[in-house]
């Protein structure tokens, strides 16, 4: 089950549209099904977000937006990438910011390594 996790400062769109589109997006774009997609955001409060040594209190320009991507340790590099890609594209345009200004990594899960549904989770 691909985990898409997105943080930033608050901005001016309305968020709770752009959570289920960012979903059927990724999922048809992946060919994932949609059961399998998980996504969230968070916005990170005024004064708690710091880039060389300066705190932002409100969205500047070059403010990045910060997004993970966990995977179940099925996928090989190039669907990895393929992934990275299509967030970094995907949350910039529902952010209304430059591609440029979205940092999206990758963490790999293990089977067994995650409790889900009131049970471990092996595939």
Known sequence: M???SVQSLPLEQDISVALPLLCESFSKAMDIDIHHVSVSWQFIQ???YCVAGKCEA???PG???KVQLLTPNLY???A???MLCFLANEVSTLA???VADVFVYHQEIASGHVFDEGK???W
Do not use: A, N, Q
Request: a neutral charge; glycine letters at 8%; charged letters at 15%.
């Open 46 to 48: 005024p004064g708690h």
């Open 76 to 78: 090989r590099l190039p």
């Open 2 to 4: 691909p985990v898409v």
């Open 120 to 122: 471990i989770l092996h």
């Open 96 to 98: 209304g910011i430059e």
């Open 63 to 65: 403010f990045p937006l």
């Open 80 to 82: 990895i990438e393929r």
């Open 58 to 60: 409100v969205h500047s």
